[in-house]
Each structure stands twice: as structure tokens, then as C-alpha cells.
């Protein structure tokens, strides 16, 4: 009697759920703290089920019949697994941003081009409207932080 490769499909399960939660950092969890430790060893723990099973189907053909599903899941979670642990070792590598503004600090006066390529600073930005009394204006400035 041939028994179903159970420990394949919930290994690979797991390694999915493993690699998916790394989603969760948009919705700002609590204890997002511990999202990068679940994103790496759910995935790895996926793979080492999958593995169990992959035994099982080499170690008892008789019971479990077939041999292409297993490495198939094994691949994919590897895949999985070591992308996570590739993702969870090199987010460190980013340098830090010691001259980056705070939350709430002024920013320094720059001038850039705008999108019809003429030059204006923030100050320019930030000037009143002119003769006319009203409320200051407001500068939106969005940082993106890289590395390149």
C-alpha cells in the first residue's frame, strides 16, 4: 500500500510561508523585531522536513512510490532557504546614515533641477507666496536611502 508524501507538501509549506512573510514588514506587526529570525529558520525548518521526506521516499520505496516529486521540493526550498539566509546576512550590509536628517530637523537649503530643467532651492520653495498674506508653504521631501 502506497502512503502520501505528507512531509513533502508540508515542507514545502512551510518554506513558502517562510519566504512570504517577509510581507508582514508592510503591515507593520507587533514585534516586527522578530520578523527577520522567523523569515530565515521557517524557511530552513521547511527544508528540513522536506528532507525527512525525501529519505522516507528513498529509504522505503515500496511505501512511497516515486521519486520525482521529492527532489523537485528539495530544490525549490534550498532555493528558498538560502535566499532568505542570503537576504537576512546582506540587510546588515547597508552602511549607516550618520548625515542622514532626523525626524523633525530642517533640512539644509539645496538647489536641484526641477522637471522642466530650471534651478530652485528650498528656500525659494519655502518663501512665502509673495505680497499676498497666507499660509507658509510646505516642502514634501521623500529620502530614499541606498546603496550604489
Known amino acids: 500500500m502506497r502512503r502520501r508524501r505528507g512531509s513533502l507538501w508540508l515542507g514545502l509549506a512551510v518554506c513558502l510561508v517562510g519566504a512570504l512573510s517577509n510581507l508582514f514588514y508592510f503591515l507593520n506587526p507587533p514585534g ?8 530565515l529558520l521557517v524557511p530552513i525548518a521547511g527544508f528540513a522536513i522536506v528532507v525527512f521526506g525525501l529519505w522516507r521516499t528513498y529509504a522505503l520505496p515500496e511505501n512511497y ?29 547597508l552602511p549607516a546614515s550618520a548625515r542622514a536628517p532626523r525626524v523633525g530637523q530642517k533640512a539644509p537649503d539645496f538647489t536641484l533641477a526641477d522637471s522642466e530643467g530650471r534651478m530652485v532651492s528650498l528656500s525659494q520653495l519655502l518663501a512665502g507666496p509673495g505680497e499676498k498674506s497666507g499660509p507658509p508653504k510646505s516642502v514634501l521631501l521623500i529620502f530614499y536611502r541606498g546603496y550604489w
Open 32 to 39: 516586527q523585531a522578530a520578523l527577520p529570525w522567523i523569515s
Open 65 to 93: 512510490g516515486g521519486r520525482i516529486l521529492g527532489p523537485v521540493f528539495a530544490i525549490v526550498c534550498l532555493i528558498l532557504a538560502g535566499g532568505s539566509m542570503s537576504g537576512f546576512f546582506h540587510a546588515r550590509d
